[in-house]
């Protein structure tokens, strides 16, 4: 009888099985991978209006904050993936928890002025533009 298993570069043993799997470990469905915050912000007369899709995000697990000019969304995700067979048993069951951010850098503009909507896995903020500062016209200053 041939011996199936081989020994890899550190000594362990592979067992062929494992490559029915994709290798040394069961692939991650996509629902599992961690949470993409894919944005379209578009330009509506005086204000900015960005859409960020957070598909299968709970409304309570999203916070939106304002500080130093930049505004930060936060969603907390716990996913779980469970495949079982005609008896109930599992055959494959994944989990996944996580707490993706990202900021955007919106100018210094008030809190109040800031809206927020969460439907159908997409936040819609709306927001105003920042006000552009004028420059002063150079003025000499005088070498004594």
Not at 43 to 71: R, T
């Amino acid at each position: 009888m041939k011996n199936t298993l081989t020994t890899n570069s550190n000594g362990f043993f592979l067992d062929p099985l494992f490559d029915l799997f994709g290798g040394e470990s069961l692939p991650e469905p996509r629902s599992m991978h961690s949470l993409d915050m894919k944005t379209d912000i578009k330009e509506d007369g005086a204000n900015y209006l960005m859409q960020i899709d957070l598909p299968g995000v709970n409304k309570k697990d999203i916070k939106v904050s304002l500080n130093d000019g930049y505004l930060t969304v936060e969603a907390k995700v716990d996913r779980e993936n469970n495949e079982k067979d005609k008896k109930g048993n599992y055959v494959h069951r994944e989990r996944f928890s996580g707490i993706a951010s990202r900021s955007y850098y919106v100018g210094e503009i008030e809190q109040k002025s800031v809206n927020a909507a969460y439907e159908n896995g997409v936040l819609t903020l709306s927001f105003p533009k920042e006000e552009e500062k004028k420059l002063e016209a150079t003025h000499q200053i005088e070498v004594k």
